[in-house]
Nanobody, 128 residues
Framework: QLQLVESGGGLVQPGDSLRLSCAPSGFTLDYYSIGWFRQAPGKEREGVSCIASSDGRTNYAASVKGRFTISTDNAKNTVYLQMNNLKPEDTAVYYC?????????????????????WGQGTQVTVSS
């Protein structure tokens, strides 16, 4: 069981910022890498960003590079996704999950440690 709770989503205008939080339960961040995913209406779930537990290496999807930043607070056992300069195409439900690796974000769904433990996610809506 790899339980995680996402929070921080909301309704914002283009150009605004949001900070998403991911709180794992039942495990600590030194055992698994963490990935952020999103799923827009009518589209497949896609990888957004990840951070490696081993060395802190990060990766980003091309669509969010330069705007999003993933980070960890080990004392709080929490992973964050800072989203700046949000665009309407960022509208989606955002999920976090434990992963075995932090490699190519495009194939990150293949590295999810517990594929049956997706949470409810947090809704991000960017509308003008």
């Amino acid at each position: 069981q790899l339980q995680l709770v996402e929070s921080g989503g909301g309704l914002v205008q283009p150009g605004d910022s949001l900070r998403l939080s991911c709180a794992p339960s039942g495990f600590t961040l030194d055992y698994y890498s963490i990935g952020w995913f999103r799923q827009a209406p009518g589209k497949e779930r896609e990888g957004v960003s990840c951070i490696a537990s081993s060395d802190g290496r990060t990766n980003y999807a091309a669509s969010v590079k330069g705007r999003f930043t993933i980070s960890t607070d080990n004392a709080k056992n929490t992973v964050y996704l800072q989203m700046n300069n949000l665009k309407p195409e960022d509208t989606a439900v955002y999920y976090c999950a434990a992963t075995y690796y932090c490699r190519d974000v495009v194939s990150m769904l293949s590295y999810v440690a517990d594929y049956g433990s997706w949470g409810q996610g947090t809704q991000v809506t960017v509308s003008s």
